[in-house]
């Protein structure tokens, strides 16, 4: 079964630096990648998914990742913070199984960010 | 906007009450799904229905059931809540069951138990 770690369950940065929220997953074949963001009191919204093709995806809210087979990691960056990114991000995978299939989906444990003014 | 709704967001029951949770959706989405959601915890998977066909997940106590009764709607029932049963729940959504397929959630229901 896959597995996803998630490094850091709390991230601070301050407002306009780097943020770079870590995922690596466990699967030797590479498997479907997606990074989830989930405001207090709200339920999970997609930021961006890997799925096949270009290796940097790119998502909402100025949110990009990149897929590094080499590393097995899938991580989330943001070149500059806003004050309203502030939020819970999960990582999550799921398997390449065979066509027509049903391919669980395993969260990461997430990792808060907090932005600093 | 298609979307997921979940009502009511905050639901307070007795300790050993039963309690249902309501999901429905506006997507037309083959698959409908229930999380448990613990503070500062991943979702947690306690079913999901592909069309009619119902899928329990192994560690899901026999405490919590299900029902779809057509497309758009899917309700959580917990026959006999106890403390531990404390927790957001989710429910999401998708297209199909295939790995490549994101997942559209609902805001949630926050569940108390007395």
């Known amino acids: 079964a896959q597995s996803v770690t998630q490094l850091g369950s709390h991230v601070s940065v301050s407002e306009g630096a780097l943020v770079l929220l870590r995922c690596n997953y466990s699967?030797?074949?590479?498997?479907?990648l997606f990074w989830y963001v989930q405001y207090p009191n709200q339920g999970l919204q997609l930021l961006l998914k890997y799925t096949t093709g270009a290796t940097l995806v790119k998502g909402i809210n100025g949110f990009e990742a990149e897929f590094k087979k080499s590393e097995t990691s899938f991580h989330l960056t943001k070149p500059s913070a806003h004050m309203s990114d502030a939020a819970e991000y999960f990582c999550a995978v799921s398997d390449r199984g065979n066509s027509g299939g049903y391919q669980k989906v395993t969260f990461g444990t997430g990792t808060k960010l907090q932005v600093i003014p | 906007d298609a979307m997921v709704i979940q009502n009511p967001r905050y639901q307070v029951t007795q300790f050993g009450k039963p309690v249902t949770l309501s999901c429905s959706q506006t997507?037309?989405?083959?698959?409908m799904y229930w999380y448990q959601q613990k503070s500062s915890q991943a979702p947690k998977l306690l079913f999901h229905y592909y069309d009619k066909d119902f899928n329990n997940e192994a560690d899901t106590p026999d405490n919590f059931q299900s029902r779809r009764p057509n497309t758009s709607f899917c309700f959580l029932d917990i026959r006999s809540p106890g403390l531990g049963d404390a927790a957001m729940y989710l429910c999401?959504?998708?297209?199909?069951?295939?790995?490549?397929?994101?997942?559209?959630f609902g805001d949630g229901t926050r569940l108390s138990i007395l």
């Open positions: 999401a959504t998708s297209r199909a069951r295939t790995g490549n397929q994101p997942q559209h």
């Open positions: 997507l037309n989405h083959n698959v």
């Open positions: 699967s030797s074949v590479p498997p479907y």
